[in-house]
């Protein structure tokens, strides 16, 4: 096999930083509607029959209202993305609706796939994001503020008012996935092991095992 030549060995690595910098891939026709039911394997959906596309493949209601924030947190996140508009399938753009009680929390999280940029709809929010050097970058916002929070970094919202809190969550990816801290290190099936946790928390196993039964799924 010819090995490849320099200039086009160079044009692959710089192909390979341009697409590793932006999010989603960029899309190659109109229109691609999720067949979200299709049982081909690929890198997002393939796309339904044009000829079935209507514009309800583009709409959803889902996030008029707010959502019913009576649980641990005392938020609730709703996404407006691929598995709900199956019309953003490769289109590289998503939303979110979050709201929550007075005292609630959006707890510490991260988006491996998506940029997140918030806009205030309602009450007082504290908010905040983690470097990779571990420096807190955060702000406190109020109705009409709008907030970002950098592709694959922890972050979280919590409401300091006294009255619910309501944001427009937005996002360069279909499906910008969540990865919550807590949840995925405490409540994974199968568990992570207790030693693994004791040891990365520098804390007891009985500790580890306590914050455990805070994560099982309710019965
Ligand atoms: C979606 O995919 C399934 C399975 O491959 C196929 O049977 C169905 O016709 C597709 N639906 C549309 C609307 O294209
Ligand atoms: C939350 O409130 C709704 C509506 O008031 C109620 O139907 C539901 O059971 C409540 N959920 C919890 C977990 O308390």
Do not use: W
């Amino acid at each position: 096999m010819a090995s490849p030549s320099t200039p086009s060995l160079l044009f692959l690595i710089g192909l390979f930083f341009f697409i590793s910098a932006s999010a989603d891939p960029d899309m190659l026709q109109d229109l691609c509607v999720a067949n979200i039911s299709s049982e081909v394997k690929l890198n997002g959906f393939p796309c339904k029959d044009a000829a079935l596309v209507t514009s309800l493949d583009f709409f959803s209601q889902g996030l008029a209202v707010a959502g019913l924030t009576n649980n641990t947190f005392g938020s609730l996140v709703r996404g407006a993305n691929v598995m709900t508009i199956p019309g953003l399938n490769t289109l590289g753009v998503s939303l979110s609706r979050i709201d929550y009680a007075p005292g609630g929390l959006n707890p510490p999280h991260m988006h491996p796939r998506a940029t997140e940029i918030v806009f205030v709809l309602k009450g007082t929010l504290d908010v905040g994001f983690l470097t990779t050097t571990n420096r807190l970058i955060s702000q406190s916002l109020k109705k009409g503020d709008v907030f970002a929070f950098p592709k694959g970094l922890v972050h979280f919202q919590k409401n300091s008012g006294r009255t619910s809190a309501s944001v427009i969550a937005a996002f360069n990816s279909q499906l910008p996935g969540t990865q919550s801290l807590g949840a995925t290190l405490f409540g994974s099936t199968p568990p992570v092991p207790d030693n693994i946790l004791s040891q990365a928390f520098q804390t007891s196993p009985k500790t580890v095992k306590y914050i455990k039964t805070m994560f099982q799924p309710k019965k």
